[in-house]
C-alpha cells in the first residue's frame, strides 16, 4: 500500500520515514505525487490544520494521506509562537531567523521561566474525508543561545532536561525516541496499523 507523508517540511519528512521505516508501506512525498501547491492554515487548533492538511492532500493524491500540524508553546509568551510558529519571523524566513526572533522575545527572561512545549498532531486522512488524529507532547525549556546541529526548525534552542543538550544536539536516533512527532507517532500507529490491513 502506498501512503502519502503529505509535508514540504524536509525535516518532518527524513523523521517520518525513519520513524515509520518498520511498516509494510510504500511511503510517498508530495514532490513524488506532483504537488507543489501549500494548503492554507486557516484552522485555530495545531489538530484542525493537521486535519486540514491531510484531508486536503488526500482528495488531490487519492492516496491515504499522513500530515502533521506542529510546533512550540512558550509559557511566558502565553503559548505562542503556537500554531503560527512557521510563520513566526514571516512567510519566507529561515528557521534560524526564527529561532532568533524567539531568542530576541525571551531576553532577560530567567532560565526557570523558559518553560516550553513541542506539539505535533499528525492527522491520517483516505480520499474519502475519513480522518484519523493523535497527539504528541514533550516538555522543555528555551536556551539562550542555539546550540547542536541535528534536527531542524526550533531544534537548536530547545533544551531536553533529561538529556541535558538541546534536541539538535541529540542523535536523530535519539531525537525518534522522545520527541513530540515520536509520541504522536507511537499514538497513531495502531490506527495506522488498522487502516492498512483494510
Ligand atoms: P508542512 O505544513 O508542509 O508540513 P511546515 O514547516 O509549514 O510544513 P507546520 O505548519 O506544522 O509545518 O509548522 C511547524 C513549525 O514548527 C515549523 O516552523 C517547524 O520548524 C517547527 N517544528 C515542528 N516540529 C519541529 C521539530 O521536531 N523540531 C523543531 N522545530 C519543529
Not at 138 to 161: A, L, M, S
Request: hydrophobic fraction near 40%.
Amino acid at each position: 500500500m502506498k501512503i502519502l507523508v503529505a509535508t514540504h517540511n524536509k525535516g518532518k519528512l527524513r523523521e517520518y520515514t525513519e520513524l515509520l521505516a518498520d511498516l509494510p508501506v510504500e511511503w510517498v512525498s508530495l514532490s513524488d505525487v506532483g504537488i507543489q501547491r501549500d494548503v492554507e492554515e486557516t484552522g485555530e487548533t495545531f489538530e484542525a490544520n493537521a486535519r486540514l492538511k491531510a484531508t486536503v492532500y488526500a482528495r488531490q493524491s487519492g492516496l491515504l494521506t499522513l500530515a502533521d500540524d506542529s510546533g512550540l508553546e512558550v509559557e511566558v509568551l502565553d503559548g505562542a509562537p503556537g500554531i503560527q510558529s512557521a510563520r513566526y519571523a514571516g512567510p519566507d524566513a529561515s528557521d534560524k531567523e526564527r529561532y532568533r526572533l524567539l531568542l530576541a522575545n525571551l531576553e532577560g527572561i530567567p532560565d526557570e521561566e523558559r518553560q516550553a512545549r513541542f506539539v505535533c498532531v499528525i492527522a491520517v486522512a483516505d480520499h474519502q474525508g475519513e480522518v484519523v488524529t493523535a497527539e504528541g507532547v514533550r516538555e522543555g525549556r528555551i536556551t539562550r543561545e542555539p546550540r547542536g546541529n541535528h534536527g531542524f526548525g526550533y531544534d537548536p534552542v530547545f533544551w531536553v532536561p533529561e538529556y541535558q543538550a538541546t534536541m539538535a544536539e541529540l542523535e536523530p536516533e535519539v531525537k525518534n525516541r522522545l520527541s513530540h512527532r515520536a509520541l504522536a507517532v507511537e499514538a497513531i500507529r495502531p490506527k495506522l496499523e488498522k487502516l492498512i490491513e483494510n
